[in-house]
């Protein structure tokens, strides 16, 4: 019977996913249909559908074990084969941008999804492990190649020591202050890294060592590689910490911070932690980054258009879960991109009106709202059939009264 | 032997003096009132016994130790547990993990580890089922009525073991039947021992759980005694009707 | 001591201007608990549409204040309804939604009129007096002490508002405690919304300034914002005269700083002030410690 069952979800599961890519597809052929011949469309089309595959997996899977698995299996087994099914230089560059967004909103997801204390400044962690791992390079004579992969955790680990005095200040202060002094501390990273010439070299930035054998279409291969397995250890840390009782205080902490204080959670290291750990996610991100593109400036590896995407990738996927920030950045950074490149001059307001209709439309986030909404319907489905999880009401016993709601 | 006792406790708020030399005692194993018209203090009194206010003067003593001043959490681990008026719970959370929230262990292994499968898990479960919510322990506690929060906060502080609670007007807004199942649960923990102080409007619950009645009147204690003695001061008749 | 006291002029001059643009930040996060990360989109709008009443219909830039700030006010108005709905998560929705609507209102300038960098004419930006006592002599153009003016008038007429009117006791009884005013009967929506109104007015007010003595594209939004915000949050967030102390003691170290030191670290510093300000007082200068009771 159980079987069956499994079958039938999974049968669901594909069916929505091939119902809901059709029809994504058809809308954009019928909207752009130029791009849409051009193949320009193509990281879009297949960005989404790995998208809702993502979200349908997560909504249906969600209580049987053994497709949870298979699901999970089919998506990492995608997103390894990817650069082969799709060697194009072009689709490979959005997906390593797509993927290292993916990972940066699940580290900062960390502290501002689970503990409710948004960072807005969390990429100069980002610009720290890019120069990091640029100043390194240039110091130690690393010369070109994989080599200089092992040298990412190095330039995490330097953003995160750095982050740990700076969160100490940035938590000091209430909420509201706290995403302004996140920027605050953001923009003085960028200023530093103008200003301090000696060191940075100012506004003509440092190179990194280029990689000359990795040549034409396979140069993007190794980083897809690097940055997919940041996002795997993010992924990793992200669910680990959601399931411990290190999480459960974090989350605590989101909603009645003074309570869970007074239960006895260590609320200052709780967040601090949860700050640092982001800081060495995003930071590792900026050091493959900065390796990826070969060089940094302090305008681009401090983009403050970073800080706001993440948030803006973390709350459309939807905060506090795992996939949310996945599907965020899947959702978005391909369309980023794409808008960018075909419509330079609409594109700032293209893209600000899709947000704001996205954000007055689906205030929580799309993985929470279908997961309510799934809920309620199979609820609903179960309250028509007689089944053994009575969900609200106990018998009345001697003594105590009936639990009604 | 008292148990918890305010000595001579001053607190004021602005112009305000909300607690004007209280002196209360807290026998062991008691079960006692604390009634007073409003604005006479009770809360206060409450929040500067359990930490979440400083005194200006005068000492709190749990056990014959002063615990004046004490931070929440400490308090909260020495043993002493403390409910809400409007009740405080984690409405995110799950009911079960709400309980999990107070099972807070300071080592670190006890932090990496899950949640659901610490030995803490079963007395969780152990907890629920004493209170009655076994069966909504995967509901967020937000989507709980407000007589099930005040039973799933009464559960949470039992987590930590206390030999005393405090609980804010546990009868405010929960209807007769809730209650009466309430008053059962009291009296089973302190027939295991557990000590209670019950601050309360509703005089059928407190006359009828409480050994031992105080009231207070503009900050300070003015009359205590059994429930019968009480009811017929005229002190505290007074109180409640001369203002 | 020439350039110290040179820094602390135009330091106390700009500083005023900024306090304009900063103040009704302040206001709208303390009525209505929502951070404008567009309020720089929304000056370095009223800086165009000065710049266009100027270069279109010559009129000039004081006088057209008189058009573009009920026009701005009618925008913040508007804009104010997109909040109303939103029950959850309010601040976070608010940061976005701002900086959604910054995004539509910068790519639509820089749409209109490209990324040319502009300022805005008049004699009394290019005119200046000397002052006295300094060698080199110290040329201070108009325009300055005429936008310090003009904030000096707006900012009286804003606390005259909000300490000696009805309004004013309705504005600050709903920062003090929304559901309190809601119960004595003070539409705390209605409120909001007027409050929003009156800061993106302000915002106009300071965008002429702001682009008479800088010169500016759509992009100046993003250094704008965050020097706002680090505003509001030096002087506690949600407090006028915090905001007002905190735009000219910030803009005075800053300015003492670039003439004394660099520009380039005057701005380092400008975030770092408020970095140092977060330790020694978390609050801000004049902030409430603890939450706010709602």
Same mark, same amino acid.
């Given at each position: 019977m159980k079987f069956f069952k499994a079958f039938g979800l999974l049968a669901l599961l594909i069916l929505v996913i091939l119902f809901s890519s059709g029809l994504l597809l058809l809308v954009l052929a019928l909207a752009f249909p130029q791009a849409f011949a051009s193949g320009e469309l193509t990281p879009v089309v297949i960005s989404l559908i790995v998208a809702v595959t993502v979200v349908g997996w997560n909504l249906l899977a969600g209580e049987n074990g053994s497709i949870k698995g298979v699901g999970l299996l089919i998506?990492?087994?995608? @997103?390894? =084969?990817?650069?082969?099914?799709?060697?194009?230089?072009?689709? #490979?560059?959005? =997906?390593?941008? +797509?993927?290292?967004?993916?990972?940066?909103?699940?580290?900062?997801?960390?502290?501002? *999804?689970?503990?409710?204390?948004?960072?807005?400044?969390?990429?100069?962690?980002?610009?720290?492990?890019?120069?990091?791992?640029?100043?390194?390079?240039?110091?130690?004579?690393?010369?070109?190649?994989? *080599?200089?992969?092992?040298?990412?955790?190095?330039?995490?680990?330097?953003?995160?020591?750095?982050?740990?005095? @700076? *969160?100490?200040?940035?938590?000091?202060?209430?909420?509201?202050?706290?995403?302004?002094?996140?920027?605050?501390?953001?923009?003085?990273?960028?200023?530093l890294a103008e200003n301090l010439t000696n060191v940075t070299n100012g506004t003509t930035g440092l190179d990194l060592p280029f990689p000359l054998a990795w040549g034409g279409d396979f140069f993007n291969t190794p980083f897809y590689y690097a940055i997919l397995l940041l996002l795997l250890l993010a992924i990793a840390l992200s669910w680990w910490v959601r399931h411990s009782k290190y999480g459960l205080g974090?989350?605590?902490?989101?909603?009645?911070?003074?309570?869970?204080?007074?239960?006895?959670?260590?609320?200052?290291?709780?967040?601090? +932690?949860?700050?640092?750990?982001? @800081?060495?996610?995003?930071?590792?991100?900026?050091?493959?980054?900065?390796?990826?593109?070969?060089?940094?400036?302090?305008?681009? =590896?401090?983009?403050? #258009?970073?800080?706001? +995407?993440?948030?803006?990738?973390?709350?459309?996927?939807?905060?506090? #879960?795992?996939?949310?920030?996945?599907?965020?950045?899947?959702?978005?950074?391909?369309?980023?991109? #794409?808008?960018?490149?075909?419509?330079?001059?609409?594109?700032l307001v293209i893209y600000g009106g899709l947000l704001l209709l996205v954000l007055l439309l689906l205030p929580r986030g799309i993985l929470p709202t279908l997961q309510e909404r799934w809920q309620k319907y199979r609820a609903l489905r179960q309250s028509e059939r007689p089944s053994d999880d009575i969900v609200i009401s106990s018998l009345p016993e001697q003594g105590k009264p009936a639990n009604i709601t | 032997m008292s148990l918890l006792e305010a000595q001579d406790v001053c607190k004021a708020f602005g112009g305000? /003096?909300?607690? %004007?030399?209280?002196?209360i005692s807290v026998a062991e194993g008691s079960i006692t009132g604390l009634i007073g018209p409003n604005g006479s203090g009770k809360t206060t009194?409450?929040?500067?016994?359990?930490?979440?206010?400083?005194? %200006?003067?005068?000492?709190?003593?749990? /056990?014959?130790?002063?615990?004046?001043?004490?931070?929440?959490?400490k308090v909260f681990r020495l043993g002493i547990g403390r409910t809400f008026q409007l009740t405080r719970v984690f409405p995110r959370l799950t009911v079960l993990e709400n309980m999990h929230v107070a099972a807070q262990r300071s080592d670190l292994k006890g932090q990496l580890s899950r949640w659901s499968s610490t030995h803490e898990h079963r007395r969780?479960?152990?907890?629920? %089922?004493?209170?009655?919510?076994?069966?909504?322990? %995967?509901?967020?506690?937000?989507?709980?009525s407000y007589g099930q929060r005040k039973l799933l906060e009464f559960a949470f502080i039992l987590v930590a073991d206390p030999r005393v609670i405090l609980l804010d007007e546990p009868a405010g807004g929960v209807n007769p039947t809730m209650l009466n199942y309430l008053t059962g649960r009291i009296r089973e923990l302190n027939q295991r021992g557990v000590t209670f102080l019950v601050v309360e409007h509703n005089m059928e619950f407190v006359m009828g759980l409480c050994d031992k009645v105080m009231v207070m009147h503009r900050g300070t204690k003015i009359a205590e005694g059994t429930p019968e003695e009480v009811r017929a001061n005229p002190a505290v008749l007074e109180a409640y009707l001369g203002d | 001591m020439g350039p110290v006291l040179e820094g602390i002029i135009l330091g106390v001059l700009t500083g005023g201007v900024y306090a304009l643009m900063s103040s009704g930040l302040t206001l709208v996060f303390g009525v209505m608990n929502i951070i404008n990360v567009g309020q720089g989109a929304l000056v370095i709008l009223g800086a165009y549409l000065s710049f266009v009443l100027e270069q279109r219909l010559h009129i000039d830039l004081f006088p057209g204040l008189l058009i573009t700030m009920p026009v701005m006010f009618l925008f913040g108005w508007l804009i104010s309804f997109v909040f109303r709905p939103i029950k959850r998560d309010l601040m976070m929705l608010s940061v976005l939604i701002t900086f959604g609507i910054a995004l539509i209102i910068e790519g639509a300038l820089n749409l209109i009129f490209s990324a040319n960098i502009v300022s805005l004419q008049g004699w009394y930006v290019t005119a200046s007096i000397p002052l006295p006592g300094f060698s080199p002599t110290f040329y201070l153009s108009?325009?300055? !002490?005429?936008?310090?003016?003009?904030?000096?008038?707006?900012? &009286?007429?804003?606390?005259?508002?909000?300490?000696? &009117?009805?309004?004013?006791?309705?504005?600050?009884?709903?920062?003090?405690?929304? &559901? $309190?005013?809601?119960? !004595?009967?003070?539409?705390?929506?209605?409120?909001?919304?007027?409050?929003?109104?009156?800061?993106?007015?302000?915002? $106009?007010?300071?965008?002429?300034?702001?682009?008479?003595?800088?010169?500016?594209?759509?992009?100046?939004?993003?250094?704008?914002?965050?020097?706002?915000?680090?505003?509001?949050?030096?002087?506690?967030?949600?407090?006028?005269?915090? $905001?007002?102390?905190?735009?000219?003691?910030?803009?005075?170290?800053?300015?003492?700083? $670039?003439?004394?030191?660099?520009?380039?670290?005057?701005?380092? !510093?400008?975030?770092?002030?408020?970095?140092?300000?977060?330790?020694?007082?978390p609050q801000g200068l004049l902030g409430q410690k603890e939450g706010r009771q709602q």
């Amino acid at each position: 019977m159980k079987f069956f069952k499994a079958f039938g979800l999974l049968a669901l599961l594909i069916l929505v996913i091939l119902f809901s890519s059709g029809l994504l597809l058809l809308v954009l052929a019928l909207a752009f249909p130029q791009a849409f011949a051009s193949g320009e469309l193509t990281p879009v089309v297949i960005s989404l559908i790995v998208a809702v595959t993502v979200v349908g997996w997560n909504l249906l899977a969600g209580e049987n074990g053994s497709i949870k698995g298979v699901g999970l299996l089919i998506l990492l087994a995608f @997103a390894a =084969a990817f650069p082969l099914l799709f060697p194009n230089g072009e689709v #490979t560059s959005i =997906a390593f941008f +797509t993927l290292m967004f993916a990972a940066m909103v699940t580290g900062w997801n960390l502290l501002a *999804g689970y503990s409710g204390y948004l960072s807005l400044g969390h990429v100069v962690y980002f610009g720290l492990g890019a120069y990091a791992l640029a100043l390194i390079c240039e110091h130690w004579n690393v010369p070109a190649g994989y *080599g200089i992969f092992l040298l990412v955790p190095v330039a995490g680990l330097i953003a995160a020591v750095i982050a740990i005095p @700076a *969160g100490w200040v940035a938590l000091r202060v209430r909420r509201h202050a706290f995403i302004i002094v996140t920027i605050a501390m953001f923009f003085i990273g960028q200023l530093l890294a103008e200003n301090l010439t000696n060191v940075t070299n100012g506004t003509t930035g440092l190179d990194l060592p280029f990689p000359l054998a990795w040549g034409g279409d396979f140069f993007n291969t190794p980083f897809y590689y690097a940055i997919l397995l940041l996002l795997l250890l993010a992924i990793a840390l992200s669910w680990w910490v959601r399931h411990s009782k290190y999480g459960l205080g974090l989350l605590a902490i989101r909603d009645d911070e003074d309570r869970a204080r007074g239960l006895g959670v260590k609320t200052e290291i709780s967040k601090l +932690t949860a700050y640092v750990l982001a @800081a060495l996610i995003i930071g590792m991100a900026g050091a493959i980054w900065s390796y990826f593109i070969g060089a940094v400036y302090p305008m681009s =590896a401090f983009d403050p #258009t970073f800080d706001v +995407t993440i948030a803006l990738m973390g709350f459309l996927g939807g905060i506090g #879960t795992i996939s949310g920030p996945i599907v965020g950045a899947l959702l978005l950074e391909p369309l980023r991109q #794409t808008l960018a490149a075909n419509a330079p001059d609409w594109y700032l307001v293209i893209y600000g009106g899709l947000l704001l209709l996205v954000l007055l439309l689906l205030p929580r986030g799309i993985l929470p709202t279908l997961q309510e909404r799934w809920q309620k319907y199979r609820a609903l489905r179960q309250s028509e059939r007689p089944s053994d999880d009575i969900v609200i009401s106990s018998l009345p016993e001697q003594g105590k009264p009936a639990n009604i709601t | 032997m008292s148990l918890l006792e305010a000595q001579d406790v001053c607190k004021a708020f602005g112009g305000i /003096q909300a607690l %004007d030399t209280c002196s209360i005692s807290v026998a062991e194993g008691s079960i006692t009132g604390l009634i007073g018209p409003n604005g006479s203090g009770k809360t206060t009194l409450f929040n500067v016994m359990t930490g979440y206010e400083r005194v %200006d003067s005068g000492s709190v003593r749990f /056990q014959d130790r002063s615990i004046t001043n004490a931070t929440p959490d400490k308090v909260f681990r020495l043993g002493i547990g403390r409910t809400f008026q409007l009740t405080r719970v984690f409405p995110r959370l799950t009911v079960l993990e709400n309980m999990h929230v107070a099972a807070q262990r300071s080592d670190l292994k006890g932090q990496l580890s899950r949640w659901s499968s610490t030995h803490e898990h079963r007395r969780a479960l152990e907890l629920l %089922d004493f209170v009655g919510l076994t069966s909504l322990k %995967d509901l967020p506690a937000g989507n709980l009525s407000y007589g099930q929060r005040k039973l799933l906060e009464f559960a949470f502080i039992l987590v930590a073991d206390p030999r005393v609670i405090l609980l804010d007007e546990p009868a405010g807004g929960v209807n007769p039947t809730m209650l009466n199942y309430l008053t059962g649960r009291i009296r089973e923990l302190n027939q295991r021992g557990v000590t209670f102080l019950v601050v309360e409007h509703n005089m059928e619950f407190v006359m009828g759980l409480c050994d031992k009645v105080m009231v207070m009147h503009r900050g300070t204690k003015i009359a205590e005694g059994t429930p019968e003695e009480v009811r017929a001061n005229p002190a505290v008749l007074e109180a409640y009707l001369g203002d | 001591m020439g350039p110290v006291l040179e820094g602390i002029i135009l330091g106390v001059l700009t500083g005023g201007v900024y306090a304009l643009m900063s103040s009704g930040l302040t206001l709208v996060f303390g009525v209505m608990n929502i951070i404008n990360v567009g309020q720089g989109a929304l000056v370095i709008l009223g800086a165009y549409l000065s710049f266009v009443l100027e270069q279109r219909l010559h009129i000039d830039l004081f006088p057209g204040l008189l058009i573009t700030m009920p026009v701005m006010f009618l925008f913040g108005w508007l804009i104010s309804f997109v909040f109303r709905p939103i029950k959850r998560d309010l601040m976070m929705l608010s940061v976005l939604i701002t900086f959604g609507i910054a995004l539509i209102i910068e790519g639509a300038l820089n749409l209109i009129f490209s990324a040319n960098i502009v300022s805005l004419q008049g004699w009394y930006v290019t005119a200046s007096i000397p002052l006295p006592g300094f060698s080199p002599t110290f040329y201070l153009s108009y325009i300055y !002490v005429f936008g310090f003016l003009l904030a000096v008038v707006l900012l &009286t007429g804003l606390y005259i508002l909000v300490y000696r &009117t009805d309004f004013g006791r309705s504005l600050r009884a709903s920062m003090e405690n929304r &559901t $309190a005013a809601e119960l !004595v009967g003070i539409n705390v929506e209605r409120v909001s919304s007027i409050t929003f109104g009156i800061g993106v007015a302000l915002a $106009a007010a300071g965008g002429m300034a702001f682009g008479a003595t800088n010169g500016f594209d759509a992009n100046s939004a993003y250094d704008l914002i965050s020097r706002l915000l680090a505003i509001i949050v030096f002087g506690g967030m949600g407090s006028l005269s915090g $905001a007002l102390i905190a735009s000219v003691g910030m803009l005075v170290i800053e300015d003492v700083v $670039a003439q004394v030191w660099q520009q380039n670290w005057a701005t380092t !510093v400008f975030f770092i002030l408020l970095v140092v300000i977060m330790v020694l007082r978390p609050q801000g200068l004049l902030g409430q410690k603890e939450g706010r009771q709602q």
